[in-house]
């Protein structure tokens, strides 16, 4: 059970995002909510190469020790975060034109596109 | 060393050679800028069409990226492929071939329609990034693979579509196409993350072999589903895709329709290649021929009441997206049947990715044309325009031309497409038909309604200065206006080329493993 916790976090931190970006009005708490929701996964990739007790996965600085926790999730990871940087410095970007162009941040507002 | 063997490879370093060379070939003035644009579109078609003509004559294609030997999936002593994986096999080879041609067709069209700008050392940047992303999701053969190359489409699409940073409609439309990819693609990234966690592998092929139909993967497949149905535009999920195509310049609406492919493709690939026989009763399978139904009919009676070209074109592309996912879900359906299979199934394959090809070419040429009006005119609203036939024959004609492909009227391409497609599925149910039937009716009606408009009736003062487009434009309009004919001239030779060794590609879920799993080639 408690070996599990790991992912009961990631699902509160994935559903508290999912239903800020529907609930918030906000353009910037949406991104923020989107932040969430990819830290949400960068955990889960994390948390899914645990082992419980394992080392480093380098061979010759983990001794004598054997059980190694997986190195690809953790590559993974990086690379998300990576990916997830710059998408929210565009997202942000995207953003302040529309404050720019708009003169608000309201989602309710910014419609000039329907139909 | 044999320059054929790596194809793939270089089917990715070219885009993004160009994309890095850009800005500084930008600094040296306008013509060498031009000549980069088209020169390394040019060749990157060029290796898409000898890649797709390897796999025709040689199988599929497996590139390992930094092994010791290119085709090494499993060095020694591992029971996993290991290391970055491209397999291409005919279905690949065929949507690259689709995406390559969007891509010159854009590119040369984009190099007098974005001349006026500036910024554009960036915009063939990013415009090379799109490409390489579209091209990278049809050739990779490993899922998180798959995840940086939608990531690298869309970051690149986020910023081309709000590329005319000054106009409100375009910043929301980048905005909101940003906000719902960026969801989606994180949910992709967790199917992959919980695959990985139960089979230890990230590559596709490894993935299908050791499949096991269970509740992991039922959510991991409706993830995946979810997220590239909403990349392709389909119909409960396609609200960002008439912003997007309408407001990006339409170089990149044309280069977008083919991207929106590529998340088709994904959608496929794993449906038939990752689970295939074991994908577990029809659930799946009807609810992609539901998605498509949705689509056909929601995309297009939105359209017709549209007023604005290139926005009305953008809710044609949902329906259209609508008739693949219902060939290639009927297809789906029987794929476990081998009596249906022979009997409707694989022709309703043929016919849902003819559709691909066909709707690659016709679609671009449809936004090329808006574009080339908007170019001409400085107007996007149907209202304001008319009498354009008598100042710009060529773009009419290839405006006809697309428009009469689009709506199904024989001999076009369009209409082999859909026919096979009608023939098809009308085994499965007639009501299927029935609804593909009236979408193109009334794709025809609204085509109709844009050329008398824009195209015939009295001559405006307003329009009286405006003349046909340079040669740029109409040269990426003739690219696609030929493939348009060919497919149109050349039906059977099309279809036996290009079209069955994809679709026999798509079924064969074996052969893609093994080519993987077979300890290379």
Redesign the interface.
């Known amino acids: 059970m408690i070996g599990n916790a790991p992912f009961f976090v990631v699902g509160l931190l994935f559903l508290a995002g999912l239903v800020a970006i529907f609930m918030e009005k906000n353009l910037i708490k949406i991104a923020v909510a989107i932040s969430i929701i990819s830290s949400a996964v960068n955990l889960f990739l994390v948390a899914l190469g645990y082992r419980a007790g394992g080392t480093i996965p380098v061979h010759y600085l983990a001794g004598e020790e054997t059980l190694m926790v997986l190195p690809t999730p953790q590559a993974m990871t990086l690379t998300a975060i990576v990916i997830a940087l710059a998408t929210t410095a565009l997202l942000l970007s995207l953003i302040m034109l529309v404050y720019r162009l708009y003169g608000t941040l309201d989602v309710d507002e910014i419609r000039r596109l329907r139909g | 060393m044999n320059w054929n063997d790596h194809l793939p490879a270089l089917l990715l370093a070219v885009p993004l050679f160009g994309a890095f060379m850009a800005p500084i070939v930008c600094l040296f003035g306008k013509t060498l800028r031009n000549v980069l644009l088209i020169g390394i579109s040019f060749v990157t078609m060029l290796v898409a069409l000898l890649l797709w003509r390897n796999v025709l004559v040689g199988g599929i294609a497996v590139y390992v990226m930094g092994g010791e030997s290119f085709n090494l999936t499993l060095p020694s002593g591992m029971a996993l492929p290991i290391r970055i994986i491209m397999e291409v096999d005919a279905f690949s080879a065929f949507m690259v071939v689709c995406g390559s041609i969007a891509s010159f067709a854009g590119a040369l069209f984009s190099t007098n329609y974005m001349e006026k700008f500036s910024g554009i050392g960036r915009f063939v940047s990013l415009y090379f990034l799109l490409t390489l992303g579209m091209l990278g999701m049809m050739i990779t053969g490993d899922f ?1 693979n798959f ?2 190359f939608i ?1 690298i489409a ?2 690149a699409s ?2 081309l579509v ?1 590329f005319w ?2 106009k ?2 375009a ?6 196409y ?2 719902v990819s ?2 989606g693609s ?1 949910i992709f ?2 199917a992959a ?2 695959l ?2 139960k089979y230890n592998a ?1 590559n596709m092929a490894a993935i299908g072999s050791m499949l096991q139909f269970g509740v992991m993967e039922k959510l991991a497949l409706v993830f995946i589903v979810g997220t590239l149905a909403m990349k392709c535009g389909s119909f409960p999920m396609h609200m960002w895709l008439p ?1 997007a195509y ?2 990006a310049p339409s170089g990149v609406s044309c280069l977008l329709v083919a991207v929106s492919q590529a998340s088709l493709y994904g959608l496929m690939r794993v449906c038939f290649s990752l689970y295939g026989i074991n994908l577990g009763g029809s659930f799946i399978p009807w609810m992609i021929i539901s998605m498509g139904l949705a689509s056909m009919f929601f995309g297009v009676t939105m359209a017709v ?2 007023h604005e070209i290139k926005r009305l074109i953008g809710y044609h592309s949902v329906s259209q997206v609508g008739y693949m996912l219902l060939g290639l879900g009927v297809g789906l359906l029987v794929l476990t049947d081998a009596r249906g299979m022979a009997e409707y199934g694989f022709t309703a394959m043929k016919g849902g990715i003819f559709h691909i090809f066909n709707y690659t070419m016709y679609k671009g040429l449809l936004f090329l044309a808006a574009g080339a009006i908007y170019y001409a005119t400085g107007k996007r609203d149907l209202n304001e325009m008319g009498g354009l036939a008598r100042r710009m024959p060529f773009t009419t004609a290839m405006f006809v031309i697309a428009a009469a492909a689009i709506s199904g009227l024989p001999p076009f391409n369009g209409f082999v497409s859909k026919l096979l497609i009608y023939e098809s599925v009308f085994a499965v149910h007639p009501a299927l038909t029935v609804v593909a039937l009236l979408t193109s009716v009334l794709t025809l009606a609204s085509f109709v309604k844009v050329f008398q408009t824009a195209f015939l009736g009295p001559e405006k003062s307003v329009f009286t200065g405006v003349r046909e487009v340079p040669s740029g434009m109409l040269f990426g309009m003739g690219v696609l206006t030929l493939a348009v004919l060919g497919a149109t001239l050349f039906p059977s030779w099309t279809l036996s080329n290009l079209v069955e060794p994809a679709a026999k590609a798509l079924v064969d879920q074996a052969g893609y493993i093994g080519a993987v799993m077979g300890g290379g080639l």
Do not use: H, T
């Not at chain 2, 910043?171 to 909101?176: P, R």
């Open positions: 998180f995840f940086i990531e869309s970051i986020f910023g709000a940073r000054d409100p409609e910043v929301e439309a980048g905005l909101k940003a906000l960026q969801v994180m990234l967790i993350g919980s990985y966690g990230l912003d309408a407001e009441v549209q």
